[in-house]
């Protein structure tokens, strides 16, 4: 086998913040240290603001009585909007609150790595990746002038890929039960089903938003994929525990090769739900 090199050079880091590894890789000769370690400092920042474990943040505060809605910092009442938006869209299917306590993970997760994304593009770069915990933002290409590839784990063995997208700015979110168990909070009843999801992955304009709907979509159980056939401008795949797959009419588009910045003709495709249709 013979190596190959990177076209473009690049600089990486991962680190460990807001409690999951983050990795970003900007690529370009313009890339320094300095860009990497602006990121990390921002996340702190966020971190030390909405950490639900850490005493002195602003989101413990506000759990514990000692920050109202009206006292709270402008960021904080950003997100408890957001959150509340985020309720409405989704029929009640995301909900931040749960028994008199806020958790703002759904929104503050996504938000935080396009927040990311934004430095890195005020700082003059068109190619990176900024992904945390597996949800993704893109813009530009690799170092070799490729759109992103991302891997879907199968969820039945998480050292396995099922699919891998190729993705040039846009944003991919995972919300499922495979490594931190059924960990989703479903404000919403939803009638058991015979074949419960066990993962729901969405491509989205920016990981933003395909965070927190896979969040809903997920709550959603067998009906998720079918909310996000309803959005415009998303695409789902989403896999049940009999390992049957199902996904929405554009997502076969991101299984084709692509160079940065290009998307192909849309790919016409109905939901698959051929049993191994996640093979």
């Not at 989101?59 to 959150?83: E, F, I, K």
Request: hydrophobic share 40%; aromatic share 8%.
């Amino acid at each position: 086998m013979t190596a190959t090199t990177a076209l473009t050079p690049s600089r990486t880091a991962t680190r460990i913040q807001m409690g999951m590894p983050i990795t970003i890789e900007v690529v370009g000769p313009n890339a320094t240290e300095d860009d990497l370690d602006d990121a990390f400092t921002y996340l702190r920042e966020v971190e030390a603001r909405f950490s639900t474990y850490l005493p002195d943040s602003e989101m413990t505060r506000l759990n514990h009585g000692l920050v109202t809605y009206d006292t709270a910092s402008p960021a904080m009442r950003d997100m408890l909007d957001r959150a509340d938006d985020t309720r409405r869209e989704t029929g009640g299917h995301f909900n931040a609150w749960r028994d008199g306590r806020c958790d703002l993970a759904g929104v503050v997760k996504g938000w935080a790595i396009k927040a990311v994304a934004d430095r890195l593009a005020a700082r003059g770069h068109c190619d990176y990746l900024v992904n945390a915990g597996g949800d993704i933002q893109t813009a530009g290409g690799n170092a070799d002038g490729e759109a992103w590839r991302v891997g879907i784990r199968n969820p039945a063995d998480v050292t396995q890929v099922v699919k891998v997208v190729h993705l040039s700015g846009e944003g991919i979110a995972t919300s499922g039960t495979y490594e931190r168990g059924d960990h989703i909070y479903r404000p919403v009843p939803v009638a058991p089903d015979d074949d419960p999801l066990v993962a729901i992955t969405i491509i989205g304009p920016n990981v933003y938003d395909a965070d927190r709907f896979a969040t809903a979509a997920f709550a959603m159980d067998a009906h998720g994929i079918a909310f996000v056939h309803s959005l415009e401008g998303f695409e789902g795949y989403a896999i049940h525990a009999s390992g049957i797959a199902r996904y929405t009419a554009g997502f076969r588009r991101y299984l084709v090769p692509r160079a940065a910045h290009t998307l192909p003709p849309e790919i016409e495709a109905v939901l698959d739900t051929t049993p191994g249709g996640n093979a």
